[in-house]
């Protein structure tokens, strides 16, 4: 059994169809196995036989979509990529908190290490990690209203098959999965 993490697009806790209990009622009629959720926020850990990556995201994303109407996405890594990720430290120890706020966006598919231009002053790209396909950023959000507009640029740049979490939730994730 591999552990995994489905990083889901588009979440709204408020939604009853996107309440942790029923994201992972669907994972658990799947058939997988130590089903687990972390946050409110669309996280859902759990252990497959499956190895085939996208044909798993693909058989999610068709049960989310069937059985609750979800229709975001699904981006899956497996507790080894994420702890190898935690593991490289790619933000040279640096905490999350006001005014350096960490971000990592998981692509689905490889993306290009060569980032387009971006000058929003409120964002420091750390770089592109192509082991765990994430895009790696600081973001300052300590200027009273002033929203970086990374996620938006990311998006335009490679479309919608990305999905963001801060560094705390990546760490979270990879402690239930360890837990």
């Given at each position: ?26 994972f ?14 669309g ?19 068709g ?33 999350h ?51 970086p ?27 239930k999965?360890?837990?």
């Amino acid at each position: 059994m591999t552990g995994y993490a489905a990083l889901l697009r588009g979440i709204m806790p408020s939604n009853k169809n996107m309440a942790n209990d029923k994201l992972r009622g669907v994972f658990e009629s799947l058939g997988f196995t130590k089903v687990g959720s972390v946050l409110a926020s669309g996280n859902i850990v759990f252990d497959a036989a499956e190895t085939d990556v996208p044909a798993l995201e693909e058989r999610i994303q068709g049960a989310l979509r069937e059985q609750l109407g979800i229709g975001g996405g699904t981006i899956i890594r497996s507790h080894a990529e994420l702890r190898a990720l935690l593991d490289r430290d790619p933000f040279g120890g640096r905490k999350h908190e006001r005014g350096s706020y960490l971000i990592a966006t998981f692509c689905k598919h490889a993306a290009s290490a060569e980032l387009p231009a971006q000058d929003d002053p409120l964002t420091e790209v750390i770089g592109y990690d192509a082991d765990a396909r994430a895009f790696l950023a600081v973001i300052d959000n300590s200027v009273p209203g002033k929203t970086p507009d990374f996620m938006v640029w990311l998006e335009k740049a490679y479309g919608k098959d990305i999905t963001t979490r801060t560094w705390l939730t990546v760490q979270r994730i990879v402690k239930k999965m360890e837990g």
